[in-house]
């Protein structure tokens, strides 16, 4: 059972380039987010989805997109990256119903020069 | 705005005495507390959570505390042991509305052999 899994775990962008982040999750999720960790600020939230086809803007959305096609896929698209978006950036997603916890991945440490 | 606070950056604690991390949060609509653990090069944990209806839930040696006219919980880890060093995060669900996870900044807690 792998949980979420992100895709790649290191990368390295000059300033102007786009990329995509891939979360998948095999847990049946139907919450599923995107945070952002910088020293001193906490996780941040990007975008996040309450299901297949729906997305929602969260704390700090500007520069990202985001799509759900499928229930178990979250991509995270960065279309003209700049120097502040160097970070680690981590996935979670949860089950529906209460206070359900949520299931992190293992991080994507995105540089951007 | 930052709904979920975590005022102190860091705590030191001996092997053994008491670890007391604290969390203040503003949105009274919140239904559920969680706290994470996190260790370097890896994505947060699921430590232990609390409904808006209670005061106290216990699990092992953690304990959270919530206090809803102060807006405030706290964790409680007795007694602190060496693999206790991590960062802990509070984070906070609105189950009612938008099934955000908000997450509060870290503290860095550190156990003194």
């Known amino acids: 059972n792998a949980g979420v899994t992100q895709t790649p775990k290191f990368r390295v962008l000059k300033t102007g380039q786009s990329m995509t982040l891939l979360c998948a999750q095999d847990?049946?999720?139907?919450?599923m987010y995107w945070y952002r960790q910088d020293p001193g600020m906490g996780l941040r939230l990007i975008h996040y989805s309450v299901g297949e086809g729906t997305t929602a803007k969260g704390e700090v959305p500007d520069g990202y997109n985001v799509s759900r096609l499928k229930k178990q896929n979250f991509l995270l698209g960065l279309e003209s990256a700049a120097p502040s978006q160097t970070s680690v950036y981590f996935c979670a997603s949860r089950r529906s119903g209460g206070g359900t916890e949520a299931f992190f991945g293992q991080g994507t440490r995105l540089t951007v020069v | 705005d930052q709904q979920v606070k975590q005022n102190s950056p860091s705590l030191s604690v001996q092997e053994g005495r008491i670890s007391i991390l604290n969390c203040d949060y503003t949105?009274?609509?919140?239904?559920?507390f969680l706290w994470y653990k996190k260790y370097p090069a890896e994505g947060p944990t699921f430590l232990i959570s609390?409904?808006?209806?209670?005061d106290k839930n216990e699990d092992g040696r953690f304990t959270v505390f919530l206090n809803k006219s102060a807006k405030h919980l706290s964790l409680h880890i007795v007694p602190s042991q060496p693999g206790d060093s991590a960062v802990y995060f509070c984070a906070a669900i609105s189950n009612f509305g938008n099934e955000k996870l908000t997450f509060g900044t870290g503290t860095r807690l550190t156990i003194i052999p």
């Open positions: 949105n009274s609509m919140f239904d559920y």
């Open positions: 847990m049946n999720h139907e919450y």
């Open positions: 609390i409904s808006s209806i209670k």
